[in-house]
């Protein structure tokens, strides 16, 4: 067998559950990829759905523009081709090997015409454009809430994949690790460097920092310092917030219904020496102890779309129905934080989507059924450069509003307070 198939068929296997089953290319890859033994074959496997998930539209106008019928959506042979296409145009794979590790996924006619595409493609020298397209339902979508200016940064944004961000235990120790990072820092306690194997950079192995996006480290910076006062973090795993929580002195109680999302959660303790309680729950069915707490964070399951860059997948996921669906979670998940706050309390809302119906209407709702609550509003002061809170006193993160170099997740976060 032609070397490096498996690794292709994993891909489109992986493919084909994120394309034609809605399923996420994180959810479905152990089950994708079980057969690959060595990392660097799952690893080329992963880049390739990677590269196709960031160009899907522009892969399929290039196979439109070489076939006289244009192949169905979910055909066999146009996922072979975006894949045998992006490992040619993107990954720099020789065309030879893009399509003769692509032929043996197919047979009969399939084969001939996948074949004789990418044949008239290379011959024809194409060419990816400089900025991908993003797909027509999203395009749709995001001009109409936010503007034509935002889908133009976000399909410069999905070009590659972001730099890396870390969050540092401890905020003293911005310039010194900056420096031994060689990376920048865009905020106390926070430093962005070109990305790297995490495990061999300085500081990862005394648990100094954590890899967490600029936008995710804000919703945890807005409860200050904890003093010892009891945190609830609902939405826990895998933590990057919990971290940020106890680092800044909180007591906290962390929940996750994801036992595996914990466990990474638990890693992450052990490494940074930080400490939280673990409890493994159904937020919306959790028995939650009698004592309220201080400060609640609610960083909900959402449609995520606000991560497009590091998980294209989400672009195809994102269903109006997901998108209800989520809303309605986060609006019951915030009627039960509400009830397990002190008087004077604060509670935090945070959602890594650019779905207005998330965020925006989600936070006003929650505000018309609990007068108990007023938005207490972010200070602009506190934010990266770029970033600047709204009339309401939350703030809604774009991409392209965060500075140069790199960016952030889109994001949507409001500060609650109980009187
Ligand atoms: C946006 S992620 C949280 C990220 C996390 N706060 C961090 O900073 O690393 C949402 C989390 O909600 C969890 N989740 C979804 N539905 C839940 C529910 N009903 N109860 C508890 N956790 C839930 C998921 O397992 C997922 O870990």
Redesign the pocket.
């Known amino acids: 067998m032609t070397q490096g198939v498996e690794s292709r068929r994993a891909a489109l296997t992986l493919l084909d559950a994120v394309l034609r089953h809605g399923k996420s290319v994180d959810g479905a890859m152990g089950r994708a990829f079980r057969h690959l033994k060595r990392a660097d074959d799952r690893g080329l496997a992963a880049a390739i759905v990677g590269e196709v998930l960031r160009r899907l539209p522009d892969y399929d106008r290039l196979i439109d523009s070489a076939t006289k019928n244009p192949l169905p959506d979910d055909a066999k042979a146009r996922m072979v081709l975006r894949m045998a296409l992006a490992q040619a145009l993107a990954l720099d794979t020789p065309h030879h090997a893009a399509i003769s590790t692509a032929l043996p996924l197919l047979t009969g006619g399939p084969k001939r015409l996948a074949h004789g595409v990418f044949g008239t493609l290379s011959r024809q020298d194409v060419e990816l454009p400089e900025v991908p397209t993003l797909p027509g339902s999203v395009v749709e979508r995001w001009s109409a809430a936010w503007g034509d200016a935002m889908v133009a940064a976000a399909a410069r944004a999905i070009a590659a994949p972001p730099l890396l961000d870390l969050t540092l235990a401890d905020p003293a120790e911005t310039d010194a690790l900056a420096t031994a990072l060689e990376g920048v820092s865009l905020l106390p306690g926070h430093v962005r460097r070109e990305r790297a194997a995490v495990t061999g950079l300085p500081g990862y192995a005394e648990g100094r920092w954590w890899v967490?996006d600029i936008a995710?480290g804000l919703p945890?910076r807005l409860f200050g310092h904890g003093e010892g006062r009891a945190a609830l973090?609902?939405?826990?795993?895998?933590?990057?917030?919990?971290l940020q929580l106890a680092a800044q002195g909180w007591n906290v109680t962390a929940?996750?219904?994801?036992e595996s999302?914990l466990a990474r959660?638990s890693e992450n303790l052990a490494r940074t020496g930080l400490s939280a309680e673990l409890v493994t729950?159904?937020?919306?069915?959790?028995a939650a102890p009698a004592e309220a707490y201080d400060a609640i964070?609610v960083?909900?399951?959402?449609s995520?779309t606000g991560i497009f860059r590091r998980h294209p997948d989400v672009l195809y996921r994102a269903s109006p129905r997901v998108i209800v669906e989520s809303a309605e979670?986060q609006t019951a998940?915030l009627d039960r934080a509400a009830r397990w706050l002190k008087p004077g309390g604060t509670l935090v809302y945070?959602?890594?989507s650019l779905e207005p119906e998330e965020g925006e209407a989600v936070a006003r709702g929650f505000l018309e059924s609990h007068p108990a609550f007023a938005v207490a509003p972010i200070e602009s002061e506190a934010l990266p450069a770029g970033l600047a809170t709204a009339p309401e006193g939350w703030l809604r993160i774009l991409p392209g509003e965060i500075a140069d170099p790199g960016g952030s997740d889109g994001f949507f976060i409001v500060r609650f307070r109980h009187s």
């Open positions: 967490q995710a945890a973090d609902l939405c826990a795993a895998p933590g990057g917030k919990t929940v996750d219904r994801a999302r959660l729950a159904d937020a919306l069915q959790w964070l960083d909900a399951p959402c995520a979670i998940m945070a959602v890594c």
